[in-house]
Structures are given as C-alpha cells and as structure tokens.
C-alpha cells in the first residue's frame, strides 16, 4: 500500500505542476465549463493547483484523512466532467493535466478510477516495505520534486513575465464612425454555422506581421465552446471588408446568434480580443 500512495501522490502532483506550466490556457480551459468570468477562471485554477499540491505529500506518508480529501476532489472533478460531457461539449479542453487535456469519457474514466484509488487507500492492508523499498521509493520521489520544482520555477518565471506585459493594458480601439453600427445586424452572420453564442469576425491582411504574431491567440479562443471564429481576409474576403468598413488589421466584429453587433473594435493582443467578447458577453447578459 506504501507504493501506490506514492503513486497516487505523484499523480496529483503531476497534476498541480501540469496546471501550473499551462498557464493561459489552463486557466481558459475552465471555459469548457461554463465559467466566463476570468477572475473566476484564474481563482478556481489557482484553487486546484494549490490543494493538489498540498494533498500530495499528506496522502504520500500516510496522513489521516488525506486520501479521503483526494478521493472527494478527484470526484468533483469527475462529476464535473461528466456534466461537461452532458452538455455536448466533449473533445474541449477540460485542463486536467494542463491546457491539452480533452473532456470526453476516457478522461471522466481516468478520473473516477483515480478517486476510487484513492477511496480505497484506508481500507487496503498496511503492508511494510524493505528499507531498500523505501530508499528508492524515497529517492525516485525526491527526484521527481526536484524536477517539478524546476518546472514550476520556469512556469512562474513565465507567468510573472505574461504580467508584467499587462500591467496598465489599453483596451481594444472602437471607433463609433469605424466598423459596423453597434446594435445593428449584419449578413456577415451568413458565413458562420451559428455553433456557438458568439460569432467572431477577424479582419486580417496577407502583410499584416500583427496578425501572424497573434495566430497562437486566435487558435486558443477558436477552442473556447463559447466562440465560433473566422477569419476575413483583406484580399480574398475584400466584400465582407466593405460591408462592414472595416479601418485596417487586425480588427474584431463579435456578433450575436441573429447577427447584431455586439462590440467591435481594432486589437494587437489576446487581452484585448478577451476584452471584446466580454464586452459581448456583458451586451448579451444586460
């Protein structure tokens, strides 16, 4: 039993340390379930990072109650899997082990069989390990921390990094007399399949190296459940920049289900697209 609560330790510590190198998109995996707000997004990833890592070494040695705590958050997490499932929103980044990890059944499987092992834990027979067992099981543990130290370390470094590069950040430019009117419809909304809430048209140029630098950005929001994203290119696409008069690239008209414009407006970072659809978003709620 000493090993596998080793194991299952290393399991939650691998966990807390994939969430934390994720950074960005861990946090805006959380989207995946229902949950728009960013400050809710980042309070909730922090929340799950902290007490997987602090479960880890607790159910590791043995602490009283410790595998119990582990089997019920693994059970949240399954159940809120599950729910995600349920709704349809299946092959969505779920975050379990960082911004790649996917909802679907095999990670519902995945994580219940992981509280299940844990739930087990008291009720399986004290078994004593060889001091040679424990010396390695011991040492192959402190490996794996050392290792987890150094990643986190380069994680924090990144993400203190990320926000010193938003310290004091300009919303996106909208301009009344640039773009489409606020409030108005647009035919535009012809050219999606109305899969999502919002729809996000994204002007861009062939020339444009603004654009080729936010390419990662608009693959990340692509990804949100929330957003259906397309891109209307200055030369291929130069009736769709007419009809909307679009001033230049990159430029983002967020639209409703029936086709009005809910918020607009010229961008040059993902923040700044965020800030648009939570714009939109806000429109809709109101």
Known sequence: MGLLRVLLAAVLLASAVGKLVSGRSGREALRSYGIPWPEARAALWGGAIV??????????????????????????????????????????PCGCFGGRSR??????????????????????????????????????????????????????????????????????????????????????????????????????????????????????VSNDPEVELELF?????AAAWASLAVPGSPYAVVLGRDGVVLAKGTFNSLFQLEGLLAHATRTVSA
């Open 103 to 220: 909802i679907g059944w095999p990670a519902f499987a995945r994580t219940a069989l992981l509280a299940t092992g844990f739930a087990a834990l008291p009720f399986l027979p004290n078994a004593t390990l060889s001091t040679e067992a424990w010396l390695g099981a011991g040492l192959a543990v402190a490996l794996v921390g050392l290792a987890a130290l150094g990643v986190a370390v380069l994680a924090l470094a990144r993400e203190l990094g990320e926000l010193r590069l938003t310290i004091a950040p300009q919303a996106a430019l909208s301009l009344e007399h640039e773009g489409p009117e606020l409030g108005g419809r647009v035919g535009l909304i012809e050219r999606f399949e109305g899969r999502a809430p919002l729809a996000v048209a994204v002007f861009t140029s062939p020339g444009c190296r603004l654009c080729q630098a936010l390419e990662p950005s608009l693959r990340l």
């Open 233 to 237: 290119d200055e030369e291929t696409d």
């Open 51 to 92: 007490v997987e890592a602090s479960l880890a070494v607790p159910v590791a040695v043995g602490v009283r109650g410790s595998a119990e705590a582990a089997a019920a958050l693994l059970a949240v997490f399954a159940l809120a899997l599950a729910v995600a499932i349920r709704r349809g929103r299946s092959g969505a």
